[in-house]
Nanobody, 130 residues
Framework: QVQLVESGGGLVQAGGSLRLSCAAS????????MGWFRQAPGKEREFVAA???????????DSVKGRFTISRDNAKNTENMGYLQMNSLKPEDTAVYYC????????????????????WGQGTQVTVSS
């Protein structure tokens, strides 16, 4: 089992920035992908960004390209970290943000699909005021 814990959410004004963190612990496995998804009230969960284990491949939703940056730190064997730097935030970015991990390598067609991921965090609320 892998445990994912998100942090860093909060309330920010439009145009501001937040950095979300995802701590992955528990069963360690190599070459797993990480992703971020979000769900706004009354809407379906949507893909935000994903990153391969080596950070060589990164994928973004069109709505966040150029504003959000996904990264990760695999330095620790017992706890890997994932990050989502969010700049130029807009009110439409308001949602609960979820970190997810996929036991298999990330590739383009799987990165955007929630069903491709095996583990999920509990989510962190991001609210952007206008």
């Amino acid at each position: 089992q892998v445990q994912l814990v998100e942090s860093g959410g909060g309330l920010v004004q439009a145009g501001g920035s937040l950095r979300l963190s995802c701590a992955a612990s528990g069963q360690t496995f190599s070459n797993y992908g990480m992703g971020w998804f979000r769900q706004a009230p009354g809407k379906e969960r949507e893909f935000v960004a994903a990153i391969s284990y080596s950070s060589g491949n990164r994928y973004y939703a069109d709505s966040v390209k150029g504003r959000f940056t996904i990264s990760r730190d695999n330095a620790k064997n017992t706890e890997n970290m994932g990050y989502l730097q969010m700049n130029s935030l807009k009110p439409e970015d308001t949602a609960v943000y979820y970190c997810a991990a996929r036991q298999k390598p990330i590739f383009a067609s799987a990165a955007t699909m929630g069903a491709s991921y095996d583990y999920w965090g509990q989510g962190t609320q991001v609210t952007v005021s206008s």
